[in-house]
């Protein structure tokens, strides 16, 4: 059975919940849990004084509110198991994660898997800016696993990425994959401006045809052998159609300001 | 605040005083050691427990604008590193260049009690006096950087050795600084001026102000002896870090003749081989040189695996620092005073040089003849942060750990010193020598560094054990000026400490030669210049001698 | 005019970041006001000619009711101590002295401290974490600068003096005549009153800053660039390839920089090309890059949170220790989604200048304002202090824009208590406070393992 | 039709002046309440100088007075206006993970009013 956390109680000043995780709740009873602490702006209180919890974990957290929006950290560091929340989340969501699974039926907002190296983020509603990037200051930010988001992201999605998978239903905002190092990142819908600024090597890859700096030039149109593979991968997850399956892609090289080892695919039909 | 103590039957290492071990009480009354207390004291048992001054940090970076700046770019260092307040202290961030809170009273966890700022543009002063003030528990000052200074340079040049001495002076009085410090005398200018160039010989002249290297070096050795500032001038030479610097090295020691001077860092001068090529261990010898002259101190600068940060007044090697990973770097001018180079940096265990760096300087450690001359310190955080301190001394207290610890480094660099020949274990009252009497002594601070009657209390009382590393890391009692600051672990008050300077007399006149100058090449008020005594709180003067 | 007449040499003008520190101030001694101010710009005249006392204005008020000084700081104490996402935001108009205590409280309240650098060049210093920057003080450019440009910046409105003073007609070491000596390029999106001091305009479409100056940093590198760039960006490859043969072949190039890089889309990435740039540069000569500040202090706010917290801006303490997080603990953010329930506000007014969004919370919850007048944030404030003002009644340490610590020397006295007494005054009964609240500081109960994470 | 343009508020030495007479004094709210434009787009629009305008986004709504600004200073489809209370009421309050609102590209429907 897995441990249910009800919302009984709403925050009234941002909320940071690093204790939901499985790896704080395993083997503890529904009593244990909500004696655990959560920060409720800077006082220490419990869990329980905010969420009443049923059952027990057995691998799963099914994390259920009408306004989780303040509630920071969720899944924060965890290593394993699964966390299920209904509702709409708040920042820091998987942060640092190295496995496990998070899936949210609900919008998510700012970073959203920052610097996280292992495990897997789906969100069915929206995410934020910073969605698998560094924390500022920091030149390397997600290192592994994969973030998937139906809907759209904001700003800086993978910045600094050096590995993993971030793929997005919607569009994305300005300056998708800044600063990339490697890794992979797939928007079916639109890019919006400055795509790639500064990235030195890794793969992003959209289904519409986008803006892209001066840095960046085109070398050819082709169908990349791994396409396909991740296609079918990610049409596990999205709809995915037949014909980007078997379309060809137009392969911009940049960014030349950096190593000129990056790549941007735009699907051409 | 402070308390009449009686701190009984502890172990005391006070080689200043010649006790070496000895089981002994000690009493403290009104924030000095004294013979016998006039009130009765309160006792803390310390028996079984190693009592040491506490420790003198001669050389490190802990505030003013460089290491301000520093910080500011580095959230992700203070990020993984977070220093929590108490009832009785401020937090604070951590990491390699910690906030000021965090540095003073992370320096009190490890037994100091006193350190010194080495390098300061004179413009910075005020704000360096700022952060000192933030920094808590330990005393501390800082070297004034005129080593580039054009107006001095011009000086030097047109052979107004008189009027040298007395701006010199004027400086230390204006900025309230404890002694000079020259880094890379010469270098600013090509740096600057050249497209970014460097001065690459001790006797190479600047086309713009035709001086070299050791026409500033000599001068300021002559006039610092002369002036009796209570620390000589304070020597960052020319080429650190370049394959075959020893001979530059060697030759800045031999300027000085049998004057003081005091030589920086002196791991990062010490290298053989062929400019451009890799670097070969000249420990031998810098270390032969420094045990025949007498007049010579220096610290070792140690490097230490992992993060560090690189900050000098020295901005050409920044630069060159910086050509490796292309990462974050950082280059700041100071009109008519210095440059300024920051470059994140991390000393890794594989990579030959690193490893070489870390040999050389346990080699300077282990063939040190003197150690009253040769000082611990990783110029933090250039070659590491002071929190390694406790790491170091293992290193050389504990010759099987030491052996362990070579295993692990690049073997070609190990191969190519004399590292594995040597057999040096380091003892209790050599460490409270090379942390404690002898940095005191190298700063004329007759009060520091000894638990004699007259000595300031700062004391620092460790558990015994046998790994060293854990024991200098976790003192159990630490006090300062009297007051009880640690027990048990924990902190049990705030203390702030006072700024230590040095007044030399000079003569006002020379307040008009320099003023022309500044009015046309400065960009601020020269009555604005100088630091006034608002600034300086809990101060205490340090005579001439 | 009175007898009673003093003159007060080397004072310093702290209304913008040029920190000018050769004003001569004449003071009439009776009438408590500046009478002329020598050496001022028509931004410095305005400010020490309209700081004057009104004697009548209460030092203190509780809901606009006149009280003393203790009610009133007692009322602040309680207000800040009782909140549980208090923030404490401005400090960018008053002294070092005054910052220090302001983040003593916050540390002490656990609270949330951000000055209006967030909303100047907080972008700049998030540029800075990213790529570092190679910079001077601006008397090196007064020296060595041939070559000086302006992006996205208005000084002859902003900074009045810093063409005359600092970069543009000053005389030094290296640059003897003055303006003959240098070439000066403006580039902005519209041709400003700066425009007649620089020797070449570049116009740039709105919103462009970015492709310009990314495309600068690919030539200097040798890369090549599409000629429909000009398109785009309404600025030639030619006008491009001219400026970086300028910018290799100077001695001592200086990139000065505004909020027409901050302000606009693309923000944090805008200041960053533009520092990256700079350092590009450094390849081929000796340039350099600085951001000009916008307040008398807000580079004092910087030093001082920086060297307190280890963070230039948008601090957290919540957890018993300084967390930073731009767009999560700046202050428009956090009024924006309503996450704070009190404020102490030193010096500033965000009720006249933040998004509406802002500017409704902070009309719903308790705040404590400091300032020298009544502002629109003075108006809704809960306890409200009039202060003496920096600079002309009260001494201290202002850092200029390129981080070079000033003394100021009061002109007159101010029968209003400074910022700096204020807030020692809340700070020590916030400290009483909390410590009879015996909330012991230290361990949280909350794991640190994914504080470090933010 | 409303047109659309781009709000760019800024600094001017006016303002400046202005608000050290206090910012709830008359000078500076006219001041942050006066928008130039563009003399050519002007005529284009039909606008005078002195004319009053409703400056309209998903934001909000504010009133200001236009003024007519050489074509060769103000490029078309722009409009200055010194920061204060009246650019404020147009500004989103979004930062993108940087602190910063965008605070000078604000793009609004301008309308004459009357």
């Not at chain 3, 999106?189 to 425009?195: C, D, G, H, N």
Request: with cysteine; proline share 5%.
């Amino acid at each position: 059975m897995p441990l249910l956390l009800r919302q009984i109680a709403a925050p009234d000043v941002p909320m940071e919940a690093d204790n939901i995780t499985p790896d704080r709740l395993t083997g503890q009873g529904a009593a244990d849990v909500e004696r655990l602490a959560l920060m409720h702006g800077s006082e220490s209180r419990s869990i329980g004084d905010f969420f009443s919890a049923t059952g027990s974990y057995d691998g799963i957290i099914d994390l259920q509110g009408d306004d989780l929006k303040r509630v920071k950290f969720i899944g924060a560091g965890m290593s394993r198991g699964t966390i299920r929340v209904e509702g709409d989340v708040g920042e820091h969501l998987g942060a640092g994660m190295g496995g496990g699974e998070i899936l949210v039926n609900g919008n998510a907002t700012d970073w959203v898997g920052p610097e996280m190296s292992g495990g897997r983020i789906e969100i069915h509603g929206n995410a934020g800016h910073l969605t698998g990037s560094a924390y500022r200051g920091a030149s390397v930010g997600m290192t592994g696993g994969e973030i998937m988001v139906h809907g759209n992201v904001r700003n800086e999605t993978g910045n600094a990425m050096r590995g993993g998978l971030i793929a997005i239903g919607g569009n994305s905002g300005d300056f998708t994959g800044v600063n990339m190092l490697s890794g992979s990142i797939f928007v079916l819908g639109e890019l919006g401006i400055r795509t790639g600024a500064g990235m030195k090597r890794g793969s992003i890859i959209s289904m519409k045809d986008a803006p892209l700096l001066p840095t960046f030039s085109y070398s050819c149109t082709y169908r990349p052998g791994y396409m396909t593979l991740y296609l079918l991968h990610l049409s596990r997850v999205f709809a995915i159609a037949e014909e980007y399956l078997q379309g060809s892609y137009k392969r911009y090289c940049g960014d030349s300001v950096e190593l000129n080892r990056g790549e941007i695919l735009l699907y051409a039909g | 605040m402070t308390e009449c103590i009686q701190l009984a039957g502890g172990k005391v290492y006070d080689p200043a005083n010649g006790i070496d071990g000895e089981v002994r009480d000690l009493y403290v009354e009104q924030g000095c050691m004294v013979e016998t207390p006039s009130s009765s004291p309160r006792t803390i048992d310390v028996s079984g427990m190693v009592v040491m001054p506490g420790g003198v940090d001669i050389h490190c970076h802990i505030a003013g604008p460089k290491v301000n700046l520093a910080r500011k770019l580095q959230p992700e260092d203070h990020r993984r590193d977070p220093h929590p307040g108490t009832e009785h202290t401020r937090s604070g961030a951590g990491g390699t260049v910690p906030s000021t809170f965090a540095t003073g009273y992370r320096y009190a966890t490890l037994g100091y009690t006193t350190a010194m700022e080495a390098a300061v543009t004179p413009i910075g002063a005020r704000h360096t006096i700022e952060e000192l003030h933030d920094t808590p528990v330990i005393d501390k000052g800082f070297y004034v950087l005129l080593g580039n200074n054009i107006f001095l340079q011009q000086l030097i040049r047109d052979g107004r050795k008189e009027e040298f001495r007395q701006a010199v002076a004027w400086w230390v009085n204006a900025t309230k600084a404890y002694t000079t410090k020259l880094v890379n005398p010469g270098g600013d200018e090509p740096w600057k001026g050249k497209k970014n160039s460097n001065v690459k010989d001790i006797d190479e002249k600047s086309d713009f102000i035709p001086v070299s290297p050791r026409q500033v070096i000599d001068a300021f050795v002559d006039t610092v002896n002369e002036l009796g500032l209570p620390h000589p001038p304070h020597i960052h030479c020319n080429n650190l870090g370049h394959s075959g610097n020893f001979q530059t090295t060697l030759e800045t020691m031999k300027t000085a003749g049998d004057r003081r001077a005091h030589l920086a860092h002196i791991q990062f001068h010490s290298y053989a081989g062929e400019l451009g090529k890799n670097p070969k261990s000249a420990s031998r010898e810098i270390a032969e040189y420094v045990n025949d002259h007498p007049n010579i101190t220096c610290d070792v600068g140690q490097v230490m695996f992992g993060k560090s940060t690189i900050m000098t007044a020295d901005a050409p090697l920044a630069y060159m620092l910086r050509g490796f990973k292309k990462g974050k770097w950082v280059n700041a001018d100071t009109e008519c005073e210095s440059g300024c180079g920051i470059v994140p940096f991390s000393y890794q265990e594989h990579i030959y040089v690193h490893a070489l760096q870390w040999a050389i300087g346990l080699e300077l450690f282990l063939l040190s003849k003197d150690p009253w001359r040769i000082v611990l310190s990783t110029d933090h955080p250039n070659g590491g942060s002071f929190m390694s301190y406790p790491k170091l001394i293992r290193l050389l207290m504990d010759r099987e750990f030491r052996r362990e610890e070579i295993k692990r480094v690049n073997q070609k660099a190990i191969n190519s010193t004399i590292l594995n020949e040597l057999e040096r274990e380091y003892t209790l009252n050599e460490i409270a020598i090379i942390t404690r009497a002898g940095p005191a002594r190298a700063l004329n601070l007759s009060n520091k560094g000894h638990l004699g009657p007259g000595a300031d209390a700062d004391i620092t009382i460790y558990d015994e054990m046998a790994d060293k590393e854990a024991m200098f890391n976790a003192p159990r009692y630490v006090i300062k000026s009297g007051a009880l600051i640690i027990e048990d672990h924990e902190f049990r008050r705030d203390y702030y400490g006072k700024l230590l300077h040095t007044e030399p007399g000079y003569d006002e006149s020379i307040v008009a030669e320099v003023r022309p100058f500044f009015e046309n090449y400065y960009s601020i008020e020269f009555p604005n210049y100088a630091v006034d005594d608002s600034y300086l709180h809990d101060h205490e003067v340090i005579a001439t001698v | 005019m009175s007898e009673n007449v003093k003159v007060v040499e080397n004072a310093t003008c702290t209304f913008c970041g040029c920190v000018c520190d050769d004003m001569i101030l004449t003071v009439d001694m009776d009438e408590k006001r500046i009478t002329k101010s020598k050496n001022a710009c028509i931004l410095g005249k305005a400010w020490f000619a309209e700081h004057y006392i009104e004697e009548d204005a209460p030092v203190a008020m509780i809901d606009n009711r006149p009280v003393s000084m203790e009610e009133a700081v007692e009322e602040a104490a309680r207000t800040l101590v009782n909140a549980r996402f208090p923030i404490t935001y401005g400090l960018s108009d008053t002294t070092c002295e005054a910052q220090r205590q302001a983040v003593a409280i916050t540390d002490t309240i656990r609270g949330n401290i951000d000055t209006t650098t967030s909303v100047c060049h907080g972008p700049s210093g998030i540029a800075l974490q990213g790529v570092g920057e190679s910079t001077m003080t601006l008397g090196e450019v007064k020296n060595r600068a041939d070559l000086v440009i302006y992006w996205g910046g208005n000084p002859a409105e902003s900074h009045p003096r810093h063409f005359g003073r600092y970069a543009v007609t000053a005389k030094g070491m290296f640059t003897p005549r003055g303006k003959k000596d240098r070439h000066v390029v403006l580039v902005d999106v519209r041709r400003t009153p700066s425009a007649p001091a620089a020797s070449q305009f570049i116009q740039v479409k709105p919103g462009k800053d970015f492709e310009v100056l990314w495309a600068l940093r690919a030539l200097v590198k040798n890369r090549r660039i599409d000629p429909d760039i000009e398109e785009e960006t309404g600025v030639s490859l030619e006008t491009m390839e001219e400026l970086v043969e300028r910018m290799k072949n100077c001695r001592y190039g200086v990139l000065f920089f505004g909020m027409g890089l901050t302000m606009t889309r693309g923000r944090h990435f805008n200041s960053g090309a533009l520092l990256a740039l700079a350092t590009d540069l450094n390849e081929y000569t000796h340039f350099v890059a600085k951001p000009v500040r916008g307040h008398g202090n807000v580079t004092g706010a910087d030093n001082v949170m920086s060297w307190q917290t280890g963070y230039p801006f948008g601090v957290n303490f919540s957890r018993g220790f300084p967390r930073f997080n731009p767009g999560e603990f700046t202050t428009v953010d956090l009024l924006a989604k309503r996450d704070v329930d009190a404020a102490l506000i030193v010096a500033t007014d965000p009720a006249s200048n933040f998004p509406q969004a802002a500017i409704d919370h902070l009309a719903n919850i308790p705040v404590v304002c400091l300032d020298t007048k009544a502002t629109l944030t003075s108006k809704l404030a809960h306890v409200a202090f009039r202060t003496s003002t920096y600079g002309i009644n009260t001494a201290g340490t202002v850092y200029r824009m390129d981080d070079v610590p000033i003394t100021l020397r009061k002109a007159f006295d101010s029968p209003f208590p400074n910022d700096e007494e204020i807030l020692t005054a809340i700070r020590k009964r916030v400290r009483e406070l909390v410590l009879a609240r015996g909330q012991a500081r230290g361990a949280t109960g909350v794991s640190r393992a994914a504080a470090p994470l933010q | 039709m409303p047109e659309t343009m781009l709000l760019i508020p800024g600094r001017s030495s006016k303002q400046g002046t202005s608000l050290n007479k206090g910012k709830l004094g008359d000078e500076y709210l006219d001041i942050t309440s006066t928008v130039e434009i563009n003399a050519d787009e002007m005529v284009r629009l039909g606008f005078n100088s002195g004319d009053r305008l409703r400056l309209k986004n998903h934001i909000g709504e504010a009133v200001v007075t236009c003024v007519s600004k050489k074509a060769t200073d103000l490029p078309e489809g722009m409009i200055f206006i010194a920061y204060g209370p009246t650019s404020s009421r147009l500004m989103e309050s979004d930062t993108a993970g940087s602190g910063m609102p965008l605070s000078k590209h604000i793009s609004v429907e301008v309308e004459k009013i009357g």
